[in-house]
């Protein structure tokens, strides 16, 4: 069973920057996709960023040029670059994953029930105006 733990959120003011990180452990090597997926109350989980075992990666509109997801395959870790915060960035950030399957569109992992089988607990981001 894989586990996920995320790590390094908090509370920025608008503009400032953040880097998230997601251990995995009992990570299996092949086909597999990982994704940072945000959640705000009264509103849908949405995807924000994903990449694959073949490097590619997707974000969704309203991060590109602003968030860099990667991944460190030695320290089985992926990461999420955050810069320029915007209040709407605020929410629970997701760490997930899925083997077998790679990125989507907009910032998902295309998996065939619509979510990736593995997550964390997530990590709190606030970012003020």
């Known amino acids: 069973q894989v586990e996920l733990v995320e790590s390094g959120g908090g509370s920025v003011q608008a503009g400032g920057s953040l880097r998230l990180s997601c251990a995995a452990s009992?990570?299996?090597?092949?086909?597999?996709?990982m994704g940072w997926y945000r959640h705000t109350p009264g509103k849908e989980r949405v995807g924000v960023a994903a990449?694959?075992?073949?490097?590619?990666?997707t974000y969704a509109d309203s991060v590109e040029g602003r968030f860099i997801i990667s991944l460190d395959n030695e320290k089985k870790t992926m990461y999420l670059q955050m810069d320029n915060l915007q209040p709407e960035d605020t929410g629970m950030y997701y760490c997930?994953?899925?083997?077998?399957?790679?990125?989507?569109?907009?910032?998902?992992?295309?998996?065939?029930?619509?979510?990736?089988?593995?997550w964390g607990k997530g990590e709190k981001v606030t970012v003020s105006s």
């Open positions: 009992r990570f299996t090597y092949g086909t597999y996709c």
């Open positions: 990449i694959d075992s073949d490097g590619d990666t």
């Open positions: 997930a994953a899925e083997w077998g399957v790679l990125v989507g569109l907009r910032g998902v992992c295309y998996t065939a029930s619509g979510s990736p089988a593995y």
